[in-house]
């Protein structure tokens, strides 16, 4: 499995007082500590009905019934049996009847709580070192504020549609290795093809997207977003042309990429787990002087996969190396104009794998391909080197009215070659190689070939063909500018955002 990443965040720490242990009698009268057992719960009475039981679970009870808290070391409550409490009492003289013949005392170390120990020790208090649990900030997962929807920042359980915010702290904990990971938490998206994995394709309600947006910028779907650079992604289920333009009728997704940020801040995760994979990611942000901040983030991997394809040379697994490089500055000469550059260089290398097939048995039914799950039917030399770059500027300006004006300007360029073995269909019995049925050297005859070899999935027989196929020196590039102005007036006394 993958190992957990060494994460930096907010941590908060709460002390736990437990009561431990269990259960058998022996008869003793029970002293308490005079010294310490003023408190101001002493003289109120309580009701109390506690049964014989083990003392474990009458402390327990006592706990429930006073709303004091017990704590003691697990080995002095067990094997004893506690003596039955029923009636009004205070606190403490309902615990001297509960802990009648069980050899234990007890101490008020405040008002609200009580640590047990053996009467023989005359009075040596043994106080229990609290338990601490480190957890994450809660306000790391509560991200309920999204702009991809109105265009500036809404609160989503407001929107008339559906929006699902996905933070940073998601991804961390999930440790996901791809964007079709971090999307696999939203409700009616489901993963596509993606060209055999190299391309980040996902059914939105039944619809494929054919782009992404980028802190609300649209670019290709081929655009493999690195999760490393990743602050939260956006996603709305349905229609969203009125803002975006012509994008899928099921939805969208913005990714907003993280920027630098005034408090300085460094993370170094390491991956690495059985199947081969091997990544190094370094987030470091933080303020260079009063008015510029920074972030760079660097993550290199040169990983291998399970899968692997079998050749008379022996097996071959797939490779995943990439390089991403994401530097950012900005520039904010006053609390109301923020100029942020943001820049990208990416390098991959990652393997086209297009899964399995079907196979027909001898009464045409088809069944998954009973084959090993680490193997790849396409060739050893299946795979995508891409190179990928992006610039954008952004500028933010807030008016003295609360009005708010940005801008944004940028340009996305990828490059990329790749080769592929593609599963193409089953072969008949009868155009098998060597029947010399079929010359191949013909043009006409290969079509009649390919056509005549009866549907897509695999016959009884085992025999695959598979299609060469590449695509050579492609260049994508995108260029956007966008600007808008948002504000609130109100009119005829109601509130409005424009």
């Not at 009475?45 to 014989?52: K, R, V, Y």
């Not at 975006?244 to 995760?269: R, Y």
């Amino acid at each position: 499995m993958p190992a957990n990443p060494c994460l930096l965040s907010s941590l908060k720490a709460l002390p736990i007082l437990m009561t431990l242990a269990s259960a058998a009698m022996m008869p003793v009268k029970v002293m308490a500590d005079n010294a310490p057992q003023q408190n101001t719960a002493s003289s109120k009475l309580i009701h109390f009905d506690i049964p014989a039981d083990d003392l474990s679970k009458s402390l327990n009870l006592f706990s429930a019934q006073s709303g004091i808290f017990l704590s003691s070391e697990g080995s002095l409550t067990k094997s004893k049996i506690s003596a039955p409490v029923s009636g009004s009492y205070t606190v403490e003289m309902a615990l001297q009847k509960l802990l009648t013949g069980t050899q234990l005392s007890y101490r008020f170390i405040d008002d609200q709580t009580v640590t047990l120990f053996e009467q023989k020790e005359e009075h040596t208090v043994h106080d229990l070192a609290p338990l601490v649990v480190m957890g994450t900030d809660l306000n790391r997962y509560e991200f309920d504020i999204a702009g991809s929807a109105t265009g500036f920042d809404t609160d989503v359980a407001e929107l008339p549609r559906s929006v699902q915010v996905l933070p940073e702290q998601l991804i961390l904990d999930q440790n996901a290795t791809r964007l079709d990971d971090v999307l696999q938490n939203v409700a009616g998206i489901t993963r596509a093809h993606g060209f055999g994995g190299v391309e980040t394709q996902v059914n939105i309600r039944g619809f494929t997207n054919n782009r992404l947006f980028v802190d609300g910028n649209p670019v290709s779907n081929r655009h493999n977003v690195d999760v490393a650079t990743i602050d939260r992604v956006e996603a709305i289920l349905g229609p969203a042309s009125v803002l975006h333009g012509q994008v899928s009728p099921g939805g969208l997704i913005n990714i907003i990429t993280k920027k630098p940020e005034t408090i300085q801040s460094n993370s170094l995760q390491a991956d690495f787990d059985e199947h081969g994979r091997r990544k190094l990611t370094l987030d470091s942000t933080g303020p260079l002087n009063e008015v510029f901040q920074y972030r760079l983030i660097v993550a290199g991997e040169d990983s291998e996969s399970f899968r692997e394809t079998q050749t008379v040379t022996g097996d071959h697994s797939a490779d995943i190396r990439g390089l991403t490089i994401a530097p950012s500055f900005s520039y904010t000469p006053d609390a109301n104009n923020t100029f942020t550059l943001s820049l990208l260089h990416v390098d991959q290398t990652l393997p086209i794998d297009r899964g399995t097939v079907a196979v027909a048995d001898a009464s045409g039914e088809l069944h998954i391909a009973n084959i090993p799950e680490e193997r790849r039917l396409g060739s050893r030399f299946d795979e995508r080197d891409s190179t990928e770059k992006q610039i954008q500027f952004d500028f933010d300006h807030e008016f003295d009215n609360g009005w708010k004006n940005q801008l944004k300007l940028g340009y996305y360029q990828k490059k990329f070659d790749d080769y592929q073995a593609r599963p193409f269909r089953g072969l008949n019995d009868t155009w098998t190689l060597g029947t010399g049925s079929i010359d191949l050297s013909s043009l006409a005859n290969l079509g009649q070939f390919m056509s005549a070899s009866n549907g897509s999935a695999v016959q009884s027989n085992g025999l695959l063909i598979r299609t060469a196929d590449s695509n050579l020196d492609v260049t994508e590039d995108d260029f956007f500018i966008s600007n808008s102005l948002s504000g609130d007036y109100q009119m005829g006394g109601i509130d409005n955002t424009l």
